[in-house]
């Protein structure tokens, strides 16, 4: 088994990952991702396993709305309009990071991983992939008030999956 960001992560995880970089290897794709509330795990996973490092390109930690906007191109009218946790900005997220690096495929998560404002919902978590001349795609997740870490190694799984997806598409 890799020894990959730390052994309190799923097995499921583990696999998911060596899954993920062995195949886009093969394909000779790239990889970037564009993180709020995992804060950079999925960027860590996914440069932590020997031999794979051409793989990644680079990650976009972007917990504040000024950061989504300044490093990934997105509207601070949008973010305002639609809420930094929401599919519009999930889906920015990603096209943005596609277009500041030079991955051919991209992963952004915005959610609450834990409490925060009284009308904000613990758990809910929005995704999207991104891939060089297709169809942006989302999903969105209500993992509950399961704790920030939780959420956060949930988020890791559902990551890894979308992409995945992108690449056998």
Known sequence: MIETLS???????????????????????TLATAESCTGGMLASLLTDVDGYGHVFDRGFVVYSEAAKCQLLGLAPEQVDRCGAVSRPVAVAM???ALAASDAQITL???????????????????FACAREGRKTGHREEHFGDIGRGEVRVACLGVALEMMIAALDA
């Not at 060596?18 to 794709?29: K, P, S």
Request: glycine residues 14%.
């Open 7 to 29: 052994a309190a992560l799923p097995d499921r995880i583990e696999r998911l990952t060596a899954t993920l970089l062995e195949r886009a290897d093969a394909a000779g794709v």
């Open 94 to 96: 990603a096209e943005g």
């Open 108 to 126: 952004a998560v915005t959610g609450f991983a834990g409490p925060g404002a009284p009308d904000d919902e613990p758990g809910l978590v929005h």
